[in-house]
């Protein structure tokens, strides 16, 4: 028996369009995010995957991205649970800003660096600053980050896998998770068993599930990679996030 587990990037934001550093920022989707949102939800029903819990971020983006693909699979009505441990990376710093001038300015390595590195975190955002979250009620009390690095996403989002997302693996529900770029890496590294090398190469396109079954007894892949329901809108979209900056 497996258990099955849908990942799902949020449909394009209106700073993913505007090519902008987000992290926590709580941004709105884009006209065209909300339509893959939809389809996200269309591309589920047609695959027969039916998700009885969904988890997701405090950020608007993949709430509404997951209010809108269930609304779209009928699903509209199944139980959710929240939690800033599947927020976005925390971008620090570069939260705000324009990835092409970043790259310009600081150079493809730095850059590449800032992005995609599994343990070196962009710099620390100036706490009460424009994009900065140190006083918003929705993480009061919480540990919240000034900055991370992929490592740090892992730290924090995993505690919640075993704690809130396991136990409804475990029970036999099919399991949404509508998240973030870099949260999702984060899940991907984990569940494949990636070096920190390569997952510096994979990159989460936005709005396309991605399924896992994942063996019953280990909780691990049982198809390494999982498997995108519209695999070549998938490959487009990946190479899209990976050229972001250039
Ligand atoms: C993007 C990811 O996060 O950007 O924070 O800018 O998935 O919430 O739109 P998302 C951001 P990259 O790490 O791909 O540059």
Redesign the pocket.
């Known amino acids: 028996m497996t258990y099955t587990l849908v990942l799902l ?2 449909g394009e ?1 209106e ?2 369009a505007k090519n902008l ?3 926590w920022v709580d941004v709105q989707l884009s006209e065209k995010g909300v339509e893959e949102a939809k389809r996200g939800g269309t591309l589920l029903t047609n695959a027969g995957v039916l998700p009885d819990v969904v988890h997701t971020s405090l950020l608007r ?1 993949a709430i509404t991205t997951a209010n809108l693909a269930l609304d779209a699979a009928d699903r509209h009505w199944i139980p959710v649970k929240r939690s800033w441990r599947l927020n ?2 925390h ?1 620090g710093a570069l939260q705000g800003k324009d ?1 092409k001038q970043i790259r310009d300015e600081y150079g493809d390595d730095q850059f590449m660096l800032w ?1 995609r590195s599994y343990d070196v975190p962009p710099p620390d955002i100036e706490l009460g600053s424009e994009f900065s979250q140190d006083a918003d009620a929705r993480y009061a009390g919480e540990p919240i980050p000034r900055a991370e690095a992929l490592t740090h996403v892992l730290d924090r989002a995993l505690p919640y896998w075993h704690s809130d997302i396991v136990p409804d693996l475990q029970s036999g529900k099919t399991v949404l998770v509508a998240a ?3 949260s999702i890496r984060a899940i991907v590294k984990y569940l494949d068993d990636v070096d920190d090398a390569t997952i510096a190469g994979i ?1 989460i396109p936005t709005g396309i599930p991605l399924r896992y079954e994942l063996d019953e007894d280990t909780l691990k892949p049982v198809t390494r990679g999982g498997e995108y329901l519209d695999p070549d809108a998938a490959a487009a979209a990946i190479a899209a ?1 990976a050229n ?1 900056g250039k």
Request: aromatic fraction near 16%; glycine fraction near 10%.
């Open positions: 990037r949020h934001s700073w993913n550093f987000t992290g983006r976005e990376r971008y990835k992005r973030h770029g870099n990159n996030v972001q």
